[in-house]
């Protein structure tokens, strides 16, 4: 039998609170455009009390929210990634997202928005084994970030400005309403029947104006230009849209940072090992060398090699390397570590956490499963040959 949620309280803390929350530390509109983020199960206005954490949707996951009487799920990979042509029981692809509907669980999943957030996957996995002096690897994620520019009266501007950041532009990482204001001389000639805010119909007009201009998330585009229209004061506003070539809005893509010390290759993933618990480390590359600089990239990032060895690092860790990579890098300089995908994402978990105590305090109860690889290494028993 399912629970009924109800509606909350105005005191209490909704799913768009908790949406909010993490959107305001990893921006879910800075997502890939071929990802699935944010709130896709459940209703936003419904209480949020006691949530578990974790990276996917699993079958025991699911079982720990039924034990612990969440209303909330948090998930870094996305509990409906593509479209679902129905929704029933006894469907591999559909049986989880039944059970948590059922179960009145509401799911918010923040997945490459994290990835590429400031203080992102990546970089929770740099501090998580020790690194100093963390920087992005390759700095702006990639994105279908646009500039937006509007030209508004001087006296209009802030009303402008506020609405476009309230809709989700103008945020760059940290900082939001980010914009340039310039002033210039407008010019126009309403036509018969138009309604000018400024001037009348019949006459040219040349007015003093600002180029207001700000970053905006592709994905927000619609609603940041339906929200500028809306507080311009103009009957027919000019807008322009640049699309911008590499990322704008902050973040970026893996990190790089420094150990205090250099050590043998050996000791380096002895200590990983101790800080990540991965179910493995396969290498590949120079082995008799000492590590000082590492970069990482959590989850899949073998494309990242090369930015990784122009950044100058000794040792490569991320996941999902490939056999012809692996090659590659046994020719080369710099040598390449796969800890498994969820090894290197799941110390994001703890930050959800944070970020919702940060914001929250006891309001709600949290709980994160740091589930292990879904792929096992298998250890036999025996080695030897067979005895006679």
């Given at each position: 039998?399912?629970?009924s949620?109800?509606?909350?309280?105005?005191?209490?803390?909704?799913v768009?609170d908790v949406?909010?929350?993490?959107?305001?530390?990893?921006?879910?509109?800075?997502?890939?455009?071929?990802?699935?983020v944010?709130?896709?199960?459940g209703?936003p206005?419904?209480?949020?009390?006691?949530?578990?954490?974790?990276?996917?949707a699993?079958?025991?996951?699911v079982?720990?929210?039924?034990?612990?009487?969440?209303?909330l799920?948090?998930?870094?990979?996305?509990?409906?990634?593509?479209?679902l042509?129905?929704i029933r029981?006894?469907q591999?692809?559909?049986?989880?997202?039944?059970?948590?509907?059922?179960?009145?669980?509401?799911v918010?999943?923040?997945?490459?928005?994290a990835?590429?957030?400031?203080r992102?996957?990546?970089?929770a996995?740099?501090?998580?084994?020790g690194?100093?002096?963390?920087?992005?690897?390759?700095?702006?994620?990639?994105?279908?970030?646009?500039?937006?520019?509007v030209f508004?009266?001087?006296?209009?501007?802030d009303?402008?400005?506020a609405?476009?950041?309230?809709?989700?532009?103008?945020r760059?990482?940290a900082?939001?309403?980010?914009?340039f204001?310039s002033?210039?001389?407008?010019?126009?000639?309403?036509?018969e029947?138009?309604?000018?805010?400024l001037?009348?119909a019949?006459?040219?007009e040349?007015?003093?104006?600002?180029?207001?201009?700000?970053?905006?998330?592709?994905?927000?585009?619609?609603?940041?230009?339906?929200a500028v229209r809306?507080?311009?004061?103009?009957?027919?506003?000019a807008?322009?849209?640049?699309?911008?070539?590499g990322g704008?809005?902050?973040?970026?893509?893996?990190?790089?940072?420094?150990?205090?010390?250099?050590a043998p290759l050996?000791?380096?993933?002895?200590g990983?090992?101790r800080a990540?618990r991965?179910?493995?480390?396969?290498?590949?590359?120079p082995?008799?060398?000492?590590?000082r600089?590492?970069?990482?990239?959590?989850?899949?990032?073998?494309?990242f090699?090369g930015?990784?060895?122009?950044?100058?690092?000794?040792?490569?860790l991320t996941?999902?390397?490939?056999?012809?990579q692996?090659?590659?890098?046994?020719?080369?300089d710099?040598?390449?570590?796969?800890?498994?995908h969820?090894?290197?994402?799941?110390?994001?978990?703890?930050?959800?956490?944070?970020?919702?105590?940060?914001?929250f305090?006891?309001?709600?109860?949290?709980?994160?499963?740091?589930?292990?690889?879904?792929?096992?290494?298998?250890r036999?028993?025996?080695?030897?040959?067979?005895?006679?």
């Amino acid at each position: 039998m399912s629970r009924s949620r109800g509606t909350a309280s105005p005191s209490s803390v909704t799913v768009r609170d908790v949406w909010k929350a993490l959107d305001d530390e990893y921006p879910f509109a800075h997502r890939a455009d071929w990802d699935n983020v944010g709130i896709l199960l459940g209703d936003p206005n419904a209480p949020a009390t006691r949530a578990v954490i974790a990276l996917d949707a699993t079958p025991a996951v699911v079982a720990a929210c039924r034990r612990e009487k969440a209303d909330l799920l948090v998930t870094h990979h996305p509990v409906i990634y593509s479209a679902l042509a129905s929704i029933r029981s006894d469907q591999a692809a559909s049986a989880t997202v039944h059970e948590l509907v059922r179960m009145g669980v509401a799911v918010i999943s923040a997945h490459t928005n994290a990835d590429v957030a400031a203080r992102g996957v990546s970089h929770a996995l740099a501090r998580r084994i020790g690194l100093k002096k963390i920087r992005p690897l390759l700095p702006g994620e990639p994105s279908d970030a646009c500039k937006v520019v509007v030209f508004v009266p001087p006296g209009h501007a802030d009303a402008v400005l506020a609405a476009l950041s309230a809709a989700g532009g103008g945020r760059i990482g940290a900082y939001t309403r980010c914009s340039f204001q310039s002033f210039g001389t407008g010019t126009f000639f309403p036509a018969e029947g138009a309604k000018p805010f400024l001037g009348r119909a019949g006459s040219e007009e040349r007015v003093e104006e600002v180029r207001l201009e700000s970053v905006v998330a592709g994905s927000l585009l619609p609603e940041v230009v339906s929200a500028v229209r809306k507080a311009h004061p103009y009957e027919e506003p000019a807008i322009d849209v640049y699309p911008l070539k590499g990322g704008a809005l902050g973040g970026g893509i893996g990190a790089v940072g420094d150990r205090e010390r250099e050590a043998p290759l050996a000791e380096v993933l002895e200590g990983v090992y101790r800080a990540v618990r991965p179910s493995w480390i396969k290498v590949a590359g120079p082995g008799k060398r000492r590590i000082r600089r590492i970069a990482v990239v959590g989850g899949s990032g073998s494309e990242f090699t090369g930015a990784a060895r122009a950044a100058g690092a000794d040792l490569f860790l991320t996941a999902d390397i490939k056999y012809h990579q692996a090659l590659e890098a046994d020719a080369g300089d710099m040598t390449v570590a796969d800890i498994g995908h969820g090894s290197g994402e799941k110390w994001i978990l703890p930050e959800f956490r944070r970020v919702i105590a940060a914001r929250f305090g006891g309001k709600i109860a949290t709980r994160v499963i740091m589930e292990s690889e879904p792929l096992r290494p298998f250890r036999p028993k025996h080695t030897g040959g067979t005895k006679r």
